[in-house]
């Protein structure tokens, strides 16, 4: 008996899957199903990375979990699944913790819909999907937004007359799981860093920087939705909302226009004209490319000011995320010229991908740590349905 915990991470065309077992970190197997839709892809591997074999109709996401299901299922014969986590983008002003899946639950999750109308309801739609397809497992949501929940009112709000705080329009924050993570992660190799003034800079296709202390979060560049802040792979990130009244008023255009234009058509690949891909733009060596960089990396330095205000001084920065993880080179451009707040990193570490790169005599501790969302979630299913943590 293969007794095991899907996670399940749904996107607006694509599904992520892991398949952990009921006791231990390393996932038996993975999967993507990407482009969900006429032109959908599968591809599902053991933990040994041969590929899992499977098919099924990848033009909805329902066929998509149906195809995933089937290939597990054929390829670990006695499966047996004890809990099914997901992640959710938003659980709203007073989640702060994972939430077990009842009906209540799912019509709460429904009335925010409107808060991130771009993700939540296929985050939705992937926890039906599965109820349907696992009637009697237990289902357990983690919210992108819990981590943030409790922190500081100034760094919650924005200062708009008090009843649109009251109707939710607030500062929520996002990239949580990663960021209950990374703070898991420094209080179990490095305690004392965790007590101090962490700030962890989440670089991604979604990018967002978050200050810490003890494991609690004090500020995130995300606010309202997951545009706000640092300039992302095709997200704006901070822009002056009269450029938005400018767009509507004088330019006619509509909501989805702009949605289309601030989610889809900014960032990196607004900016460069070329690509929303970090290894495409440091490749390409345009002007255009360029300056996309000097864009994000100037961004992600006045937001590592910014924290460092909210937190009253860095003790540590920790870089995560495909950009954070694996280029070099825009953790050294972002480390430049940052001496003032105690950072220095030792190039030969940098380039080595190593798990700390600041020199030795820097003030600010600077550290890689490879993120894990899914783990995150398979342990909140675990310990909704009582199993007991993983000792590996
Ligand atoms: P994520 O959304 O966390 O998967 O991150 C995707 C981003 O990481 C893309 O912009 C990639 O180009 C970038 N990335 C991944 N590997 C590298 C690398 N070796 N150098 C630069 N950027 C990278």
């Known amino acids: 008996m293969t007794r095991a915990v899907l996670t399940l991470n749904a996107g607006s065309s694509s599904l992520k899957v892991s398949l952990f077992p009921e006791n231990g970190e390393t996932p038996l197997a993975t999967g993507l ?73 799912l019509a709460d999750l429904e009335r925010l819909s409107p808060f991130a109308p771009l993700h939540q309801p296929h985050n939705l739609a992937g926890i039906r999907a599965a109820m349907a397809a696992f009637p009697g497992v237990p289902q357990v ?7 943030h929940r ?46 101090g003034r962490v700030v962890v800079a989440h670089l991604g296709n979604g990018a967002s920087m978050c200050g810490i202390t003890n494991g609690r979060s004090i500020s995130s560049t995300m606010g309202f939705s997951a ?13 002056d909302p009269g450029v938005l ?10 909501a989805t226009e702009i949605s289309d234009l601030l989610y889809k058509k900014s960032g990196l690949l607004g900016l460069s004209g070329l690509s929303n891909d970090m290894r495409t733009l440091e490749a390409a060596g345009t002007p255009e490319a360029m300056q996309a960089i000097d ?19 860095i003790d540590a920065v920790v870089f995560c995320g495909g950009i954070g993880e694996n280029s070099r ?22 380039a080595a991908n190593e798990r700390v790169i600041s020199s030795d005599i820097a003030r600010t501790t600077v550290m890689v740590i490879p993120t894990n969302e899914e783990l995150v979630i398979a342990r909140a299913a675990r310990a909704a349905v009582g199993l007991q943590e993983a000792a590996e």
């Open 227 to 239: 545009l706000d802040g640092l300039p992302m792979g095709t997200r704006c990130g901070q822009v």
């Open 245 to 254: 009244l400018y767009l509507m008023d004088q330019k006619g255009m509509t």
């Open 33 to 105: 199903a990407d482009r969900i839709g006429p032109e959908g892809v599968l591809k599902l591997k053991d933990a040994s990375g041969t590929p899992i074999e499977t098919t099924g109709d990848l033009t909805n996401h329902a066929g998509a979990m149906a195809a995933v299901i089937d290939g597990f299922r054929a390829h670990f014969s006695d499966l047996d699944l004890v809990a099914i986590g997901h992640r959710v983008v938003h659980g709203g002003a007073d989640r702060d913790a994972p939430a077990t899946v009842t009906d209540d639950l």
């Open 141 to 147: 949501t983690c919210f992108d937004t819990a981590f």
């Open 329 to 350: 080179l825009i953790r050294a451009r972002i480390c430049e010229r940052l001496d003032w707040m105690g950072i220095e990193i030792d190039h030969a570490r940098n």
């Open 150 to 195: 409790n922190q500081p009112f100034v760094n919650d709000t924005f200062a708009l007359p008090r009843e649109m705080y009251a109707e939710g329009v607030r500062r929520y924050g996002f990239h949580g799981l990663s960021y209950d993570y990374i703070a898991g992660e420094l209080a179990r190799t490095a305690p004392q860093l965790a007590e």
């Open 295 to 313: 864009y994000f990396v100037f961004r992600c330095q006045r937001e590592l000011g910014a924290m460092a205000a909210a937190l009253s001084g």
